[in-house]
C-alpha cells in the first residue's frame, strides 16, 4: 500500500469523500448503514443493494444512455450473433485455433501441466449440460387450483419482497423487479408478440405470444465462483499457451451454467405454485433487464457489471409474470464511469474484441450489436474466432470488481469511492494490478488447489448450507 501513498494524499482522498475531519476511521468504515436521514428514507425492502454508496436512480433513469427512436427488439436475421458457445460448436472459430485447443489440452493431459491434467478436463467436463429442461412457460408443479385453495393474493411491494426471499433460497445472491411498458418489451427480440389473451402460447412460425395482462417481470442474478475464476488465467508470456485459459479454473463458469437453470426452474415453479404464470420468452441479450432493475450496470465489455460482484456474473436472468410486482429502480454505483478510465479487461483482451476508447460510442462494431445505445460496442465476431469465451475468459477475470475482500478491506474502500468521487478511478484501477489478479498463477497454485483444506475453503456451493455454511 506504501507504494500508493505518493499518488493520492491522504488529505485529498478523505476531501473527496466529503470525510475530511471525521478521522480515517470513518474512511477505511465505507459500510455504514446510512449517512443522513435522506438515505435512511431512501431505503426500503424494495432496494438491490442496501450499500450507501449505490444511489438508486429514479426508474428508467440508466447508467447506460438509450435512444429509444434507435432501440429495438432485438431482431436475430439483422443481428446475426456468431456461434460461441460449447467445444465443437463454435462455427465461428478458425480451424487453426480449433486445431490448437485440441492440441492444447491433449499436450496438458499427457504432460500432467498442473491445471490442465485429466483431473482438471474431468472436473471441468463433469459441470456443463448438468440442469433441467425448463418449457418456456414454467415447470409443473402444484397450483392452487389444483390444491382446491384461491391463488396467493398480496400487495405488490410484499409480493417483491416475498419474490427476493424465495430467490434469494434458491440461489440468487439479488433480485428486482421490472413493470412491463413499451420501452421495456423492447428488451425481447421481435419474435415475442404481446397481446390479449389469457395464458401464453407459441405459433408455428415461432412467434411466442404473451398476454399483456402479465405486466411484470421478476430478474435475478446468477453468480459465477470468482475464486475458481482466478484460476482460469493463462497470461504468462512464457506459457506455451499463452492467453488461453486453464480448464480447471473454467470449471467456474460451467457450473454456473448448470447452476442458472435451477434457480430458474425453482423462481419459476414459485411463480406458478402461487397462481401466477410465469414466462420466459426470448431474449437475445440479459444485461438490459439486469441495467433496468437495478441489479447491475452496464460496462465496458457490456454485459453485468455488478457493484458487489463485478463481471462475475453468468447471466441475469428474468420471467414474465401476472403476480403484481413493485419494481425496483436502476442503481448508480459510478461503475460505467469508472470503465473510461480503468481498460483493464480492454487490455487483456487478446483478439481486440473490447474497446480501448475511453468514451462509449453510439457506434456499432458487429453485425451482432443492437444499435440505439452509447456504450463500448463489443466485436463478437473477433471473439469467437479467438474462441472466446469457451477457450478465453480474461476480461471477466481482471475486472477489479470482480474480486472480494479475501487479500484487504481495500475493495470495500474502492467500492465507496467510486460511487462517491471519480477523482481516483485511474489510481484504482492501476492499484488493482498490486493485487495480480491479471497474473497467471504459479504450477504449485493450480495443484495446490486439489489440496486446499475443505475445513476453511470458502469458496465451494455446499448444497444444504445456509450462506455460512462450517
Ligand atoms: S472472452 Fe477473451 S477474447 Fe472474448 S472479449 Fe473477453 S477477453 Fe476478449
Ligand atoms: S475491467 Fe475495468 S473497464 Fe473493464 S468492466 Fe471492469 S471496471 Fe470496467
Given at each position: 500500500m506504501t507504494n500508493y501513498h505518493s499518488s493520492v494524499s491522504r488529505r485529498d482522498f478523505m476531501k473527496a469523500m466529503g470525510l475530511v475531519g471525521a478521522g480515517m476511521g470513518a474512511a477505511t468504515a465505507v459500510t455504514p448503514a446510512f449517512r443522513d436521514l435522506d438515505e435512511l428514507t431512501a431505503s426500503t425492502d424494495l432496494s438491490v443493494y442496501k450499500k450507501?454508496?449505490?444511489?438508486?436512480?429514479?426508474?428508467?433513469?440508466?447508467?447506460?444512455?438509450?435512444?429509444?427512436?434507435?432501440?429495438?427488439?432485438?431482431?436475430?436475421?439483422?443481428?446475426?450473433?456468431?456461434?460461441?458457445?460449447?467445444?465443437?460448436?463454435?462455427?465461428?472459430?478458425?480451424?487453426?485455433?480449433?486445431?490448437?485447443?485440441?492440441?492444447?489440452?491433449?499436450?496438458?493431459?499427457?504432460?500432467?501441466?498442473?491445471?490442465?491434467?485429466?483431473?482438471?478436463?474431468?472436473?471441468?467436463?463433469?459441470?456443463?449440460?448438468?440442469?433441467?429442461?425448463?418449457?418456456?412457460?414454467?415447470?409443473?408443479?402444484?397450483?392452487?387450483?389444483?390444491?382446491?385453495?384461491?391463488?396467493?393474493?398480496?400487495?405488490?411491494?410484499?409480493?417483491?419482497?416475498?419474490?427476493?426471499?424465495?430467490?434469494?433460497?434458491?440461489?440468487?445472491?439479488?433480485?428486482?423487479?421490472?413493470?412491463?411498458?413499451?420501452?421495456?418489451?423492447?428488451?425481447?427480440?421481435?419474435?415475442?408478440?404481446?397481446?390479449?389473451?389469457?395464458?401464453?402460447?407459441?405459433?408455428?412460425?415461432?412467434?411466442?405470444?404473451?398476454?399483456?395482462?402479465?405486466?411484470?417481470?421478476?430478474?435475478?442474478?446468477?453468480?459465477?465462483?470468482?475464486?475458481?475464476?482466478?484460476?482460469?488465467?493463462?497470461?504468462?508470456?512464457?506459457?506455451?499457451?499463452?492467453?488461453?485459459?486453464?480448464?480447471?479454473?473454467?470449471?467456474?463458469?460451467?457450473?454456473?451454467?448448470?447452476?442458472?437453470?435451477?434457480?430458474?426452474?425453482?423462481?419459476?415453479?414459485?411463480?406458478?405454485?402461487?397462481?401466477?404464470?410465469?414466462?420466459?420468452?426470448?431474449?437475445?441479450?440479459?444485461?438490459?433487464?439486469?441495467?433496468?432493475?437495478?441489479?447491475?450496470?452496464?460496462?465496458?465489455?457490456?454485459?453485468?457489471?455488478?457493484?458487489?460482484?463485478?463481471?462475475?456474473?453468468?447471466?441475469?436472468?428474468?420471467?414474465?409474470?401476472?403476480?403484481?410486482?413493485?419494481?425496483?429502480?436502476?442503481?448508480?454505483?459510478?461503475?460505467?464511469?469508472?470503465?473510461?478510465?480503468?481498460?483493464?479487461?480492454?487490455?487483456?483482451?487478446?483478439?481486440?474484441?473490447?474497446?480501448?476508447?475511453?468514451?462509449?460510442?453510439?457506434?456499432?462494431?458487429?453485425?451482432?450489436?443492437?444499435?440505439?445505445?452509447?456504450?463500448?460496442?463489443?466485436?463478437?465476431?473477433?471473439?469467437?474466432?479467438?474462441?472466446?469465451?469457451?477457450?478465453?475468459?480474461?476480461?471477466?477475470?481482471?475486472?477489479?470488481?470482480?474480486?472480494?475482500?479475501?487479500?484487504?478491506?481495500?475493495?470495500?474502500?474502492?467500492?465507496?469511492?467510486?460511487?462517491?468521487?471519480?477523482?481516483?478511478?485511474?489510481?484504482?484501477?492501476?492499484?488493482?494490478?498490486?493485487?495480480?489478479?491479471?497474473?497467471?498463477?504459479?504450477?504449485?497454485?493450480?495443484?495446490?488447489?486439489?489440496?486446499?483444506?475443505?475445513?476453511?475453503?470458502?469458496?465451494?456451493?455446499?448444497?444444504?448450507?445456509?450462506?455460512?455454511?462450517?
Amino acid at each position: 500500500m506504501t507504494n500508493y501513498h505518493s499518488s493520492v494524499s491522504r488529505r485529498d482522498f478523505m476531501k473527496a469523500m466529503g470525510l475530511v475531519g471525521a478521522g480515517m476511521g470513518a474512511a477505511t468504515a465505507v459500510t455504514p448503514a446510512f449517512r443522513d436521514l435522506d438515505e435512511l428514507t431512501a431505503s426500503t425492502d424494495l432496494s438491490v443493494y442496501k450499500k450507501w454508496w449505490i444511489k438508486e436512480n429514479d426508474f428508467g433513469q440508466l447508467t447506460t444512455e438509450v435512444d429509444w427512436k434507435v432501440f429495438n427488439s432485438f431482431d436475430t436475421a439483422k443481428h446475426p450473433m456468431p456461434v460461441m458457445f460449447g467445444p465443437t460448436a463454435n462455427g465461428a472459430m478458425s480451424a487453426k485455433n480449433l486445431a490448437n485447443r485440441k492440441k492444447r489440452q491433449t499436450d496438458g493431459m499427457l504432460n500432467k501441466w498442473p491445471g490442465s491434467t485429466l483431473r482438471d478436463l474431468a472436473l471441468d467436463g463433469a459441470t456443463g449440460g448438468n440442469y433441467p429442461s425448463i418449457p418456456w412457460n414454467g415447470p409443473n408443479v402444484s397450483t392452487p387450483e389444483g390444491r382446491g385453495v384461491p391463488r396467493w393474493e398480496g400487495t405488490p411491494e410484499d409480493n417483491t419482497i416475498m419474490c427476493k426471499a424465495a430467490s434469494h433460497f434458491y440461489g440468487a445472491p439479488r433480485c428486482g423487479a421490472i413493470e412491463v411498458d413499451d420501452k421495456v418489451k423492447k428488451f425481447f427480440n421481435t419474435s415475442v408478440v404481446w397481446e390479449d389473451t389469457d395464458t401464453a402460447y407459441t405459433t408455428s412460425d415461432g412467434k411466442q405470444h404473451v398476454p399483456n395482462k402479465c405486466k411484470w417481470i421478476l430478474t435475478w442474478l446468477t453468480k459465477q465462483n470468482h475464486a475458481m475464476n482466478k484460476y482460469t488465467l493463462r497470461n504468462n508470456p512464457d506459457d506455451p499457451w499463452y492467453n488461453t485459459v486453464f480448464r480447471q479454473g473454467k470449471a467456474g463458469e460451467n457450473q454456473a451454467y448448470s447452476h442458472a437453470p435451477q434457480i430458474q426452474y425453482q423462481v419459476m415453479g414459485f411463480l406458478k405454485g402461487l397462481g401466477y404464470q410465469a414466462i420466459k420468452a426470448t431474449a437475445s441479450g440479459n444485461t438490459q433487464f439486469g441495467v433496468w432493475s437495478g441489479l447491475c450496470e452496464s460496462g465496458r465489455t457490456t454485459y453485468a457489471l455488478s457493484p458487489d460482484y463485478g463481471l462475475m456474473v453468468r447471466y441475469i436472468d428474468f420471467c414474465i409474470t401476472d403476480l403484481p410486482l413493485a419494481p425496483t429502480k436502476p442503481i448508480n454505483a459510478g461503475l460505467s464511469v469508472f470503465c473510461k478510465n480503468c481498460m483493464t479487461c480492454a487490455k487483456v483482451c487478446p483478439s481486440n474484441t473490447i474497446s480501448l476508447e475511453k468514451e462509449p460510442s453510439w457506434d456499432t462494431k458487429d453485425p451482432g450489436n443492437n444499435p440505439g445505445l452509447k456504450t463500448w460496442y463489443l466485436n463478437w465476431t473477433t471473439c469467437a474466432e479467438y474462441g472466446g469465451p469457451f477457450d478465453c475468459v480474461n476480461c471477466q477475470t481482471v475486472c477489479p470488481f470482480s474480486h472480494d475482500n479475501d487479500k484487504s478491506a481495500i475493495h470495500n474502500i474502492i467500492r465507496g469511492t467510486v460511487g462517491t468521487t471519480h477523482l481516483f478511478d485511474g489510481f484504482f484501477a492501476n492499484m488493482e494490478k498490486f493485487w495480480g489478479y491479471n497474473t497467471q498463477l504459479s504450477d504449485q497454485v493450480h495443484t495446490d488447489w486439489w489440496y486446499r483444506d475443505l475445513e476453511t475453503w470458502e469458496h465451494d456451493t455446499l448444497l444444504g448450507f445456509g450462506t455460512k455454511g462450517w
